[in-house]
């Protein structure tokens, strides 16, 4: 933990350019304040960028962009779909003008984030070719590498900052972190995942298992998706860990759109 911090630290020091990487569903609990603070105290450009905006509506993006323009530059991105990031590009540049003294020389800019937002996939968006290594697994990036993106632009990829304590296995099932095999209370994640899916996007939700939610809880939801995907035990009751693995599959996979 503490050499992690300290190669955070490290990377803001060396880049001209920092880009916080958040997740587009969770703008809130992807952002770093600690990173944050360092960024401004040492008076780097930092870009934010709203990464798997695939899986977020319009509408939510741009409130998002207006709330956190306050704060830095802020950029859509979908790696998955190479939308904006021929504008990401153009940020770094004009974020990199405003730093006196690194004309001529190589942009260095530092990729920063919680794990699983999509570091690694942003950069290779930019880059426009597969250079840095990505996986559906988090902590998959080890240790600091510097990434070509050709026009000056050098990339510094990091690990993701600051893993959760195991209290937040509801965190780390929502952002990924953790797939359903590491997840300990799969039903307690599960019921996460379709609150949140019945707060943002209750249609959404129905309309991709194909039920009818009214006034019922989460855990009713859980025991509707049961009963329509025929997850049951040989009593006829719902299994609930089997409808809740299945929930946590979509959603990792970003088949439940908010
Ligand atoms: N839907 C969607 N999925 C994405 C997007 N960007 C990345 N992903 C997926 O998110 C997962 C993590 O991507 P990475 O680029 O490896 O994330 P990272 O932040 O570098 O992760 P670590 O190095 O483990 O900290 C992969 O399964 C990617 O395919 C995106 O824009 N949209
Ligand atoms: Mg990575």
Known sequence: MASYKALVKDVIKK????????????PD?????????????????????????DLVSREKLEKTKARLSRIAPVIFVSSKDRS??????????????????????DILVGTLGYPNVGKSSVINGVTGRHRASTSPVSGHTKGVQHVDAGSRIMFIDTPGVI???????????????KDETH???????????????????KVALES???IKI?????????????????????????????????????????????
């Not at 997840?183 to 996460?192: F, T």
């Open 15 to 26: 880049a001209d350019v920092l880009l916080e990487v958040i997740d587009s569903r969770f």
């Open 29 to 53: 609990e992807t952002r770093n304040s600690e990173v944050e603070r360092e960024i401004i105290r040492l008076n780097k450009p930092f870009i934010i960028v709203i990464n798997k905006s």
């Open 84 to 105: 904006g990031t021929t504008m990401l590009r153009h940020q770094i540049l004009a974020s990199a003008a405003i730093k006196a003294g690194i004309k001529g020389q």
């Open 163 to 177: 893993p959760f304590d195991e209290k937040d296995e509801y965190l780390q099932g929502l952002l990924g972190i």
């Open 183 to 201: 997840l300990k209370d799969k039903v307690g994640v599960a019921l996460k995942i379709i609150e949140k899916m019945l707060a943002e996007n």
């Open 208 to 210: 991709f298992y194909s």
């Open 214 to 258: 009214e006034d019922e809880t989460s855990y009713d939801a859980l025991e509707l998706i049961g009963k329509q995907c025929n997850f049951l035990q040989k009593k006829g009751e719902v299994d609930e860990t089997r409808t809740a693995t299945r929930v946590i599959n979509d959603w990792q996979n970003g088949l439940l759109l908010i």
